[in-house]
């Protein structure tokens, strides 16, 4: 199994920053890539930004230029670097985790409880 626990949401003013964090313990899964998603009533979760063990990154247009993603793949860790925050940034943004049992394919999501962002003018 593996279990996520975030950290580091809460309220932040239009134009500031913010940092989430994340970590990771794994019981007989090997992890992949880690990365954020976010949620606001209403509308589907969408993904914000991802990383792989290589260090591959792929992030949201609509963060592009503002957020970055790091972490540590030995330590199964991710971070992510909110900048230049804006109002419709404000959701609960749930850290993600993608591996694979040891000797199979099958690559399964796992999911934090969710920490929630809000941006205030």
């Known amino acids: 199994q593996v279990q996520l626990v975030e950290s580091g949401g809460g309220l932040v003013q239009a134009g500031e920053s913010l940092k989430l964090s994340c970590a990771a313990s794994r019981t007989g899964f090997i992890i992949d890539g880690m990365g954020w998603y976010r949620q606001v009533p209403g509308k589907e979760r969408e993904l914000v930004a991802t990383r792989t063990g290589n260090g591959d990154v792929n992030l949201a247009d609509s963060v592009q230029g503002r957020f970055t993603i790091s972490g540590d793949s030995a330590k199964n860790t991710v971070y992510l670097h909110m900048n230049i925050v804006k109002l419709e940034d404000t959701a609960v943004y749930y850290c993600?985790?993608?591996?694979?049992?040891?000797?199979?394919?099958?690559?399964?999501?796992?999911w934090g409880q969710g920490t929630q962002v809000t941006v205030s003018s």
């Open positions: 993600n985790a993608f591996g694979r049992r040891y000797g199979r394919s099958l690559i399964q999501n796992f």
